[in-house]
């Protein structure tokens, strides 16, 4: 009964390395692979920012997001400052001389009281 178990558990674990070894050596072909999807993030980075406004009130901010977006702006919410109100951007810049610019246009079409806020994210 014994040499019956041990001559099982070798048999048990040259099969399992047999296993192992076409595991290893398998390869698919796949005849019509779907074409690669690339997708495109923008993403909003910078430590540029520009302040539309900060609210007590989240719910308030949420309808400023909201406005600025039906009005062509890419705004978000960037959390509350140190006072607990809540910020909402229209958008943030890599670079000083390009939030500027697009702060300069800011102020004169939309938002006289629009600042910008330097800080990493």
Same mark, same amino acid.
């Given at each position: 009964s014994q040499n019956v178990e041990e001559h099982n558990l070798v048999e048990q674990q040259k099969a399992?390395?047999? +296993?192992?070894q076409q595991i290893q050596k398998a390869t698919f072909i796949i005849q019509n692979p779907l074409p690669e999807i690339v997708f !495109? +993030? !923008?993403t909003e980075v910078g430590n540029y920012h520009i302040?539309? /406004?900060?609210?007590?009130? !989240?719910e308030n901010a949420h309808k400023k997001v909201t406005q600025?977006?039906?009005? /062509?702006f890419s705004p978000?919410?960037? /959390?509350a400052n !140190?006072? /607990?109100? #809540?910020? +909402? +951007?229209?958008g943030s810049f890599e670079t000083r001389r390009e939030a500027?610019?697009?702060? #300069?246009?800011?102020k004169r079409t939309h938002n006289t009281g629009a600042w910008l806020l330097v800080k990493e994210l």
């Open positions: 399992s390395k047999q +296993v192992e !495109k +993030v !923008k302040v539309a /406004g900060a609210f007590r009130e !989240k600025l977006r039906e009005e /062509g978000r919410e960037i /959390g !140190k006072y /607990g109100l #809540h910020q +909402v +951007v229209y500027i610019n697009k702060l #300069h246009e800011i």
